[in-house]
């Protein structure tokens, strides 16, 4: 039996961002820092989900824009696209949770490949919000993908995540 070949998908925004009750400059983002987490215990590959249109480095103007997102169902144009994405079998799909789900960009993400056949392991970062409505999203994007039950890490709690992001799959 061929091993299965593994994606790390994320979007990550550094800069400023809220963190236990404060606004904190992270240079880089919680989710990325997950990211390299699951890389680091699985050898998958990386990708990062990163937008044409940077979104602003201030967080409250950041949390506009991606409330306007949302409001508008957009889909961001992304920099750069998964090559060879057919050869990968499970894909761990990272984000933070904005606005109750996933940024637009990972929509945009979603909806340009086929994952028929597939697994995805939805991970996000949030600070009290938890995972959302995203798993839902994911289903209805992905529906002939198998969506496992995703993990759902407090921003301020991701340096000690170590433990739980390995639990949550292993």
């Known amino acids: 039996m061929a091993k299965s070949k593994s994606l790390i998908a994320y979007f990550s ?5 809220y963190v236990g009750g404060n ?3 992270l240079p880089i983002g919680n989710t990325e820092v997950i990211a390299k987490m699951i890389h680091e215990l699985t050898g998958s590959d990386l990708f990062h989900i990163e937008t044409v249109e940077a979104y602003p480095e201030d967080y409250m103007d950041a949390t506009t824009v991606a409330q306007e997102e949302k409001r508008k169902n957009a889909r961001p144009k992304l920099t750069n696209t998964v090559e060879n994405m057919d050869s990968y079998d499970v894909i761990y799909l990272g984000y933070p949770n904005w606005w109750g789900t996933m940024p637009m960009a ?5 909806e340009s490949y086929d994952f028929s056949g597939k697994t995805i392991l939805p991970f996000c970062t949030h600070e009290g919000s938890g995972i959302g409505n995203s798993e839902r999203d994911i289903k209805k994007l992905c529906p002939t993908a198998m969506v496992q039950p995703g993990l759902a890490i407090r921003g301020g709690s ?3 995540a170590a433990s739980m992001v390995k639990s949550w799959f292993l």
Not at 13 to 17: C, E, P, Y
Not at 106 to 110: A, E, N, R, W
């Open 13 to 17: 925004r550094k800069g400023n961002n």
């Open 23 to 25: 606004i904190t400059y």
């Open 106 to 110: 990972v929509f945009t993400f979603l």
């Open 158 to 160: 991701v340096n000690d």
